[in-house]
């Protein structure tokens, strides 16, 4: 069992470094594939023994071996939290068919969080691929009932195309794309959940960032990483936290 947790923690250090790369691409139009990877200062190509997740950052001390530039620590940090929750996921989800669409979540939101933290951008291609993804994921592995998916997608693109509206462009339409896709994913309840979560860490966090003066005040903060903590977690717990709030309305507080 113990090899099973360890091969899926490098299956996902492995995948973060190459989610790294479609999330840098991507949004500016260029190939994943070609040209290969290199130092952004000196345009030196990376050897293979260069592109090892994390263990090539600590080697390298985080340069360059070419120049001596400074690596950005985002690159090593994306590939260990891929790592992280592609072994957790099996933990939580269990052994089941569901693992795969728990895996594929995780994949859209690396791409989706390295792309909006660099360009403030969702991009329409990679919402496109990943929707095919849950589309059949969905129907080899339906909601409980199946219909749910539906009212989910619909009503996941109504609710956020309402407040975009609502806050004249406070959401942009990639994260009124993206909540249909999510709606899909999570069914009606929990894809609503999953907006209060997410609206609620960027709220904590930015709060946060605003009174350590990390950011300043009205900069544009990207929204996508708190999709993503608030999605996997209305999806991991949601329906136990749905119960526990019930419990405690029912009871009073």
Request: proline fraction near 5%; charge should be positive; aromatic fraction near 14%.
């Amino acid at each position: 069992m113990i090899i099973l947790f360890v091969y899926f923690l490098l299956v996902g250090l492995i995948l973060g470094s190459f989610y790294n790369v479609v999330g840098l691409r991507v949004p500016l139009g260029k190939s994943i594939v070609t040209p290969r990877s290199s130092c952004p200062y000196c345009g030196h190509k990376l050897k293979l023994y260069e592109l090892i997740p994390v263990l090539s950052y600590l080697i390298q001390k985080g340069k360059c071996r070419g120049c001596k530039s400074r690596i950005s620590p985002i690159y090593p940090f994306f590939e260990l939290l891929t790592g992280i929750l592609f072994m957790t996921a099996p933990l939580v989800i269990g052994w089941s068919g569901e693992l795969v669409v728990a895996l594929s979540l995780i994949s859209m939101f690396m791409i989706i969080i390295v792309s909006d933290i660099h360009y403030m951008l969702i991009p329409d291609k990679i919402l496109i691929w990943f929707a095919g993804i849950f589309l059949l994921e969905r129907i080899i592995w339906p909601l409980n009932p199946w219909w749910d998916s539906l009212l989910g997608a619909v009503s996941g693109f109504i609710f956020l195309l309402l407040i975009a509206v609502a806050s004249k462009g406070g959401i942009g339409g990639g994260d009124v794309k993206l909540y249909a896709l999510l709606g899909l994913v999570l069914g009606f309840k929990l894809v609503l959940l999953s907006f209060f979560l997410s609206t609620l860490f960027g709220a904590v966090i930015g709060g946060l960032a605003l009174l350590f003066r990390i950011v300043k005040r009205r900069q544009p903060i990207p929204f996508g990483p708190f999709i993503a903590a608030g999605t996997l977690t209305a999806y991991y717990w949601g329906s136990d936290l749905i119960n526990l709030y019930m419990h405690f309305l029912n009871q009073g507080f």
